[in-house]
Structure formats: C-alpha cells, structure tokens
C-alpha cells in the first residue's frame, strides 16, 4: 500500500489529454475565465496547503464537535439575553448577511471544482464548497432559534430572500462574485481578495470583539471558520500567480475592482459593529485602526508578493477609512425602519471617543449627531415617537454597489452622474462609476431602488414600502434600542410625560 | 417616505391638490452637511429657492435649516428666483444646496 505522501501526490493530478472532445469545449473561456491557457500553463498549479478527502473530513468533524461544545456550554437563550443591546444588534446583522451569502461560497467553488483548470484546483475547490456549507449550517443552526427571543432574528433565513435595500446591495455583490461568476474571476476576488485581504482578518477581528463583548458563542463560530478561510483562500493565490504571469493588467484589474466592492460591504458590516454597536469600553480598536493594522498592511504585502500596483484610487480609499461608515451609520440610523435590527446612539463618550479617533472629520458627524439628538429631545423618547425622528424622503444609491449615496464627507457628496446610451445613471464614488464602465454590459440593466419606486415596481409610501417591499413588521423593522430614552438626552421617558 | 414633497412631517397631500400640481421632477439632492443623497420631486413651477426649501426640510433631522443658501447645479450657481423648468432640470439630474 502507498503511504500518503506516496499517493497524494497521485491523486491530486488526475488530468489527461481529451481525444474525443477539444480543450476548449471542456473549459469553455465563458465558464472557465480568462486568459485562456492550454493546460500545460497550468498543470504546476499548487495549493500550499495540501489536504486528502479523508482529513478534510476527520478535522472538520473535529472542529464541528467543538462548536457543538461551545454552543451547549454558553450559546444558550439565556447567555444570548445577557449580552449588550447594541452587540446583539451587530449579531443580527450577522446572522442576516453571513449564512446565505456563504452559500453562495458553495456554489462559486463549485463552478471552480468543474471549471478550474487543473484537478488539484478542481479538488480543492470541491472542499471549498464543503466549506461554505458548512460556513451557511453554522450561523443558521446558532442564530435562527434566537427568533425566539427576538423576531429579528428571523433575518438569518430571510435577508436575502427579501427586496430590502441592503440585501438588493448584498445579492448585487454575492450574485457577481459568486453565483454568476467564471471560475477564474471567482477564486481571484473571492480566495485573493475577499477572504485574504478582508474576511480572513476580519474573522480574527470580530472573535476579538465577541471575546470583549463576552460572546463566546459568536467568538468560536468565527474562528471556526476562520481555519477553514486561511486554507481555502490559498486556492486563489496560484490562480492569480497564473493570470499575473499571463495578463498583468487584466490580474491589476480584478484586484483593484474586488477590492473597492469588498471595501464597500466590508466597511459597513465591520465598521458599524466596531464603532457603534460594540460598547464603548468593550471596543479594543476603532474601525480605522483595525483597517490600518490588519487589512491594509496585509494587503499591501498581497500585492508587493505578486508584484502588483496600488488600486489607483489608493488616496481616496485612505480617506474613505475616515468617514464613509460613519456617513453610512448616521444615515442608516435616519431610516433605521428600513432595516432589520435596532440602532443606538453615541452618546457623549462614544462622540468624545470618535472624535479622538476620527479628528479629521468628526465635527461634521457631530453637528448630525447633535441634530438628531435635538429632535428626541423635541419630540421626547417612546416607541411612539420612532417615526417623528426618522426620515421620509427617499434615500438614493448607487447604481454599481446599490448602497446609499453617502461617499465623500458632509461637506462634498461625492455622487456622480453619468448617461450612458441613453440613460441617465448614478454613482457614489469615481471608483464605482469606473467599475461601471469597464464592464457596463454586467451591470446597466439592474435597476437601484430609486428606479424600481419612481417605475412603479416598488411601492413610494414609506409603509408599503417597509412591509410589501423590503419584508418588514412592526416587530421587526429597526428602532433606536432605547427608543431615544438616554440619560444624557435629559428628557427621561418617565419625565417626559 | 412620502416622496411627493420631501417635506419632512409632511403627510399625503389630498388628491385634488396632488391634481393640480405640475409635472414632477425627480432630482437628487445633496445638502451640503447632510449624509446622504435625497430624491426629492421638484415641481416644473417651483422656484430653485423652493426647491432648496424642500430639499432642507427633507434633510431636517440630520441637518439644521440655514436661511442663506445656495444651489449649485452642473457647478453653476443658479438664480433662486428661477424656476425649476427654466433651470432646466432634468429628470435624476443632480443639484446641491450648498450654505451661504
């Protein structure tokens, strides 16, 4: 019998010449990616982290049970209730946005384990698409009996089912980098740059939060996954090597374009969570510092080791680390009924602390914040009062990432507006509009949600609209998580009336 | 989000006034301290210094109301006693109502 070291070897390179059928049936450029490359540009392709079926299986068996463990040691209801109001809101966010959003993990891996174009790609594609499953089973299984509790949860299931603003954004994001994707362009944005340059770092990030907010629960599913990250993620490395080999300015390309879309997600999921809905001395970093020391060094290492350029909107991408979450938050807060969890807000030691940490353009937050704050005062705190502190005009997005035009800094909105053949569309950032139209074929003929209401698709009255189109309640869509009831606000509930 | 007047309290106008209102604009707005872009229906007959008028109160609970304002459209500053059909918005057209 072989020895593993004998056979592995063997197993991984299963590739043979096809007599009946050309090459380019089999990998069609459409499917596969480009450049199209006969397989001998292929056949050293070589994943660093080598893996037979049978410990794939043994370790993730191994992880599982400790999660398991984990769970029934402190991720019952009752640990779950004890957590800070605004930590269990970042977890609804989550629980919305992670597990479907890995599913379709599952199936651009498995657009790689038949179209990548050498067989140990193709295998460890196939585990990467295990991997995503098993990414979708965890939050699932840990987050959705929470709806018990709290129907917000519900979302974990429903997010991306439903027309909601943010999950038009998400589905807009996971359906080209995964669903529609050839299985070139997917391992690139998806190993090199999603997972390598954010979610791998951000995993370590958030179990660092979750262990600051005492959420263990939440802390061990993302290491879990995390392991299985660092690994998959190296399916892309030798992909890129590949292209960059071949066609440097098409792998400068997909890098620059997947950096700028995973930086828009990205930095609203993480950002909020981090400076918002972490309590203020549970908080071990701000969003800007963490960027700064995880992903930007990180990233920049990713590049220099393939000998690749800064994105040429490397300046405008720092400034971007100094307000955009902050412009998202606040203007989320405004029209927090279109969302599905609750929302705080900073007080004056958050907004003393922010403005410690983001000095560049923190008074033009606060005067927002100060603002806000002055309508609950007006208005006075109350589940009543909700929709007196909230918007009503229709808030407007970008026509390439669909999330609301609020790039640039209070001072200057950087949205812009372009025609092309013949329509009239609009970008919140020179990033975006360039995105656009290197491929406008991709992505002209979706239409944001400002369109979909001025057609007629979706309904204009803000209730209709909330419970028709985005699939919220009453119970369900978000509120302030005091209903605007603050100490330092000096109008308590039980003064007020 | 009643998207008819922008106005920030404001409920659904009654049909017969609805009836008699000329043909709406949509812009997008950008008010300049604001955090995010607004649609706001502009009226053919409205005059820009209305319009900036809608557009502040629509952003009202982020921003507080300044009298002084200007709008800047194609980054032309433009007449406020001009109307939005002389200005010659066009529909998803973007304007900013900038302070001072």
Known sequence: ?497 | MVITTGSEFEKTLPPNLLEQRFMPVPLYGFLQGDTIGLLILADDGDTLEALAQKLQAAASLRVAARHLVRVVYNNKIMDPAMTVAQAGFEALDRIDVLSG
């Not at chain 1, 983001?358 to 937050?365: E, F, G, L, S, V």
Request: glycine share 4%.
């Open chain 1, 1 to 497: 019998m072989l020895s593993r070291e004998e056979w592995l070897p063997l197993a991984r390179k299963l590739d043979w010449d096809y007599s009946y059928v050309r090459e380019e049936e089999v990998f069609p450029e459409v499917i596969s990616g480009r450049p199209w490359l006969p397989h001998s540009e292929w056949k050293d392709w070589e994943e660093s982290f080598k893996t037979s079926y049978r410990e794939y299986v043994d370790n993730q068996y191994e992880k599982d049970m400790a999660v398991r463990a984990v769970h029934d040691a402190v991720g019952r209801i009752e640990n779950v209730q004890k957590l800070a109001l605004p930590w269990l809101n970042s977890l609804k966010v989550h629980a919305a946005a992670l597990p479907l959003a890995e599913f379709t993990g599952v199936i651009g891996n498995l657009r790689g384990a038949r179209f990548g174009r050498d067989s140990a790609w193709r295998t460890m594609a196939t585990f990467g698409a295990l991997d995503e499953y098993r990414h979708t089973q965890i939050p699932l299984l840990l987050f959705h009996p929470l709806l018990r509790i709290d129907s917000q949860f519900d979302w974990a299931h429903k997010f991306y089912h439903t027309n909601n603003w943010f999950a038009v954004a998400a589905r807009h994001f996971f359906d080209e980098l995964t669903v529609g994707q050839n299985a070139i362009e997917f391992h690139i944005a998806t190993n090199v740059v999603l997972e390598t340059g954010f979610t791998n770092l951000q995993f370590v990030g958030l179990a660092s939060l979750a262990r600051e907010s005492s959420d263990h629960m939440f802390e061990r599913m993302v290491t879990s996954i995390q392991t299985d990250e660092a690994r998959h993620a190296q399916i892309g490395h030798p992909v890129l090597a590949t292209v960059m080999k071949h066609d440097p300015k098409y792998a400068q390309y997909l890098v620059d374009k997947w950096f700028w879309r995973n930086w828009r997600l990205f930095s609203i999921l993480t950002g909020l969570s981090i400076d918002y809905l972490t309590a203020l001395d549970q908080r071990p970093y701000s969003f800007k510092e963490f960027m700064e020391e995880w992903i930007i060094d990180q990233f920049l290492r990713t590049l220099d080791e393939f000998g690749l350029e800064k994105p040429w909107y490397w300046d405008l991408l720092m400034d971007e680390l100094d307000i955009y979450h902050h412009m998202i938050y606040a203007s989320a807060y405004s029209y927090r009924a279109t969302l599905w969890f609750n929302f705080v807000i900073p007080g004056p030691a958050e907004r003393k602390w922010l403005r410690q940490k983001y000095p560049k353009h923190w008074d033009d937050m606060d005067a927002v914040w100060e603002q806000i704050s002055e309508r609950w005062r007006t208005v006075g705190p109350g589940p009543a009062n909700e929709f007196a502190v909230h918007g009503t005009a229709l808030p407007t997005f970008c026509d390439l990432c669909q999330l609301p035009l609020s790039a640039g800094t209070p001072r200057k909105n950087t949205a812009r507006v372009l025609v092309h053949d013949g329509r009239k569309y609009i970008f919140c950032s020179e990033p975006c509009q360039w995105i656009f139209l290197h491929e406008p074929e991709r992505y002209a003929s979706h239409t944001d949600i400002v369109k979909r209401v001025l057609s007629g698709e979706a309904p204009s009255q803000l209730p209709n609209l909330l419970t028709n189109y985005f699939n919220l309640t009453p119970d369900t869509w978000g509120k302030d998580v005091h209903n605007g009831d603050y100490d330092w606000l000096g109008v308590r509930k039980d003064s007020a009336a």
